[in-house]
């Protein structure tokens, strides 16, 4: 399980805001957004620059995988697993039932 975020969601929407609206006033966007991420306290500008990537990306601004895709992805993996587990109890059952109507019995 993944661990939760040191960092609210507010405060991740506020910095990619915040990086739309200086990016302009930087020679690039490393230099932006560095000086968010002092700024806001962040801990490395390529956590932003992983936020902004992001936003563009569900935004429809950059190709890749949307955050609503990759959930939807997840539960999937997570529902799949669940089905191969429940088919190998019922293999493993059906396997021992029908060993147990092979075995010859003996009437007293």
């Known amino acids: 399980m993944a661990r939760p975020s040191r960092y609210p969601l507010e405060l991740r929407r506020r910095a990619v805001r915040m990086v739309a609206e200086v990016r302009d006033?930087?020679?690039?966007?490393?230099?932006?957004?560095?000086?968010?991420?002092?700024?806001?306290?962040?801990?490395?500008?390529?956590t932003?620059?992983?936020?902004?990537?992001?936003?563009?990306?569900?935004?429809?601004?950059?190709?890749?995988?949307?955050?609503?895709?990759?959930?939807?992805?997840?539960?999937?993996?997570?529902?799949?697993?669940?089905?191969?587990?429940?088919?190998?109890i019922l293999k493993a059952a059906a396997s021992f039932f029908a060993a147990e109507l092979d075995r010859p019995h003996t009437r007293s």
């Open 25 to 46: 006033d930087y020679p690039n966007e490393t230099a932006a957004l560095q000086a968010v991420s002092d700024k806001l306290g962040i801990g490395s500008r390529e």
């Open 48 to 88: 932003l620059r992983n936020w902004v990537k992001q936003h563009e990306i569900d935004a429809g601004t950059r190709p890749g995988t949307t955050t609503e895709e990759s959930a939807q992805l997840k539960a999937l993996k997570k529902e799949n697993a669940e089905l191969k587990r429940a088919n190998e």
